[in-house]
């Protein structure tokens, strides 16, 4: 959408309302780009101005603070010698969205949603009194958010105070007249700009100079401030010429300069010099990072050489790479709210996009966060050596001021987000649901046997697999994963338990009934698993399955997939398939045995009653606990997977 003019042509580009709902000829109201002094949008009704956007400063409009540059679309301003104009455009085509000024002035924004078949308003304006044009009157500014909405600029007084108290408010005026050699410059902030159409402005000056662009610029007023209006946020800053109340000010003024002067010279002398040190300490600790990053990455060997400054390491570089901070940061907008895609154990996970246009997820170490630089680095250590199409990919990490962990963008969020949710659930039939089981298997078997490591994942469950835009799965989370080679095929902590590849079999079989119930474990009154077990012992499994699936399955496949989720969460290890097995039970019509009782089963109604849990005997090789917990017996323990 275009609002402007032709400066060569005059032709121009606004919006009118309607005479009525029902009469489409022109109507009162008019919104458009005024081209007087500092360009400015105006609502109109004739020739009276109603409500005020704002001037253009740098990155939006000064009276929508809330309007910050993101994701979605984009919205710029452009002043030329031939053209003035407004530009707002979606960045996704897809999305239907239209501007509208109805009959009684008020301009709307409306966006289509696909979901609900309805138009759903994105924008209003004016959205209260403080919107209204000059409201307060002049040198006085509007806030909302106060009893009193109207208060004059410090230094200022109603002009009629019976009237001000009355609600009619006519302005305010200065306290004491303008001295000429006694004048200062008062600095106000977070304030809208005043009407601009009688300031002057440098017409050289880029648009992005602009303070709030990053660099300088200058708007000058010569008759009365209208329109103002205070917002709680940053918006921009004012500064008007007021009489100096302290004669002494500009005495002790110079006083401060020189002494400034002396001070600051020899503060810049001593800063020259510390930040050459600096600068070369950052240059030998970006190197060290570096070396070091890589290490960690590709498992290569690094070594100092000739002191702790030098390092050498062997092998190829890795893929992911190392980003800046600053990279990140102008990705996500500075981690804006706006960005965040949700949060988990590790911490807060943000959208964002790099210069080179890729989407990107990026996960952020929360301080509060019950993980640490351990699980840090695990994930680091694990994706960045795994390449396979049903693994999130590992773009890179950070380590400057904050630990990141850069991904490719996944747009439809955790599976949980869908089979969990009474709506979303809907759209995931039974193929795509045992797309989705697949998948994980397959996942999981290169992590066990493909991978050049044999890696336990130990935390796989439905918030952990993500769907990208064709709902295919890819298993994240790498936090608590253990790699191991040679003949180290389990895990174990005294008076703990085991943890091998069967304990990610155990909660793959898990999530697989979870997906075909569409029901999160012990969330019924007793245990899922007691449940999808009594029911195959009862010959009821087709009770088990989610009832929005209806009979779009194929009965004997969901039949057979239940079948292969019981054996996948018996109790004992060495009853469990390995991942291989199991994506030859999925895929073909081979015999299957009859499950054993599953883990954690209970004929009780408590979640938590009498689970049958034992502890094994300790083996050697040691390995810290996750959170969940898998049932043995003494009689299960071996070594084998």
Not at 34 to 50: E, M
Not at 121 to 136: E, I, K, N, W
Not at 189 to 211: I, V
Not at 434 to 462: C, E, P, T, V
């Amino acid at each position: 959408m275009k609002l402007g003019r032709n400066r060569i042509t005059g032709f121009d580009r606004y919006l009118t309302s309607w005479k009525s709902v029902d009469d489409p000829s022109p109507g009162n109201f008019s919104y458009r780009l005024d081209p007087n002094g500092f360009p400015q949008i105006l609502l109109k009704q004739g020739s009276t101005v109603k409500s005020r956007l704002g001037p253009w400063i740098g990155v939006r409009n000064g009276g929508v603070p809330n309007l910050n540059p993101n994701l979605k679309y984009t919205y710029e301003f452009v002043l030329t010698e031939q053209e003035m104009y407004c530009h707002y455009q979606f960045l996704n085509r897809s999305v239907i969205s239209h501007l509208y000024l109805n009959p009684d002035g008020v301009v709307q924004r409306f966006t289509w949603v696909d979901q609900t078949q309805n138009w759903v308003l994105y924008l209003v304006g004016p959205s209260d009194v403080c919107d209204l044009y000059t409201y307060c009157g002049a040198y006085a500014s509007c806030k909302i958010s106060m009893s009193q909405v109207c208060k004059c600029l410090n230094g200022f007084l109603p002009k009629v105070q019976q009237n001000w108290s009355s609600l009619n408010r006519i302005g305010c005026v200065r306290i004491n007249a303008l001295g000429c050699k006694r004048d200062i410059f008062r600095k106000y902030s977070g304030l809208k700009l005043p009407d601009t159409r009688s300031s002057w402005f440098d017409r050289s000056m880029d648009l992005q100079e602009y303070p709030e662009g990053g660099g300088k610029g200058c708007l000058l007023w010569f008759g009365d401030l209208t329109d103002i209006r205070e917002y709680d946020e940053h918006v921009q800053d004012i500064y008007v010429r007021m009489f100096d109340l302290d004669p002494g000010h500009s005495s002790r003024k110079k006083g401060k300069l020189i002494l400034g002067l002396i001070s600051g010279t020899l503060l810049l002398f001593l800063s020259l010099i510390l930040m050459v040190y600096v600068q070369k300490k950052k240059a030998v600790l970006k190197h060290l990072q570096i070396r070091l990053f890589n290490s960690v990455f590709s498992g290569r060997i690094c070594t100092s050489v000739g002191g702790s400054e030098n390092v050498e390491c062997s092998g190829e570089d890795p893929e992911p790479r190392l980003f800046e901070f600053a990279t990140i940061a102008n990705a996500t907008n500075y981690f804006a709210t706006d960005n965040k895609l949700g949060e988990g154990g590790f911490g807060p996970v943000y959208r964002g996009m790099l210069k080179n246009s890729q989407e990107i997820a990026v996960k952020k170490l929360s301080r509060s966060s019950g993980q640490g630089l351990d699980e840090f680095k695990s994930e680091a250590l694990h994706l960045a050596r795994l390449q396979h199409r049903d693994l999130v990919k590992l773009l890179g990490c950070c380590v400057q001021k904050e630990m990141l962990l850069l991904y490719e963008y996944i747009p439809n969020k955790s599976l949980d987000s869908f089979i969990f949710d009474q709506e979303q659930r809907k759209l995931l039939g039974w193929s795509k649901r045992f797309h989705i089981i697949s998948g994980i298997a397959w996942g999981l078997f290169y992590l066990h046997q493909d991978s050049r490591l044999r890696i336990i994942h130990r935390d796989l469950k439905a918030s952990n697999v993500l769907l990208d835009c064709e709902l295919n799965p890819k298993i994240s989370d790498f936090g608590l994963a253990k790699s191991f080679g040679g003949n180290k095929t389990q895990a174990c902590k005294k008076l703990e338990h085991i943890f091998s590849a069967k304990s990610d079999v155990f909660s793959y079989g898990l999530s697989m009934l979870e997906i075909i119930s569409g029901t999160r474990n012990r969330g019924f009154s007793h245990p899922l698993l007691g449940h999808a077990w009594k029911l195959f012992q009862e010959g009821r499994r087709i009770e088990f399955v989610d009832p929005v699936v209806s009979n779009s399955y194929n009965v004997s496949e969901i039949m057979r997939t239940i079948h292969v989720g019981l054996l996948c969460v018996q109790k004992c290890p060495e009853d469990r398939p390995t991942m291989y097995m199991v994506i030859l039970m999925l895929g073909s019509d081979m015999a299957l045995s009859a499950p054993e009782e599953p883990g954690f089963f209970s004929e009780t109604k408590g979640p938590h009653a009498n689970a049958r849990v034992s502890q094994p005997e300790p083996c050697s090789l040691l390995m810290k606990l996750p959170r969940q917990h898998y049932p043995l017996s003494r009689r299960c323990f071996h070594h084998d997977l």
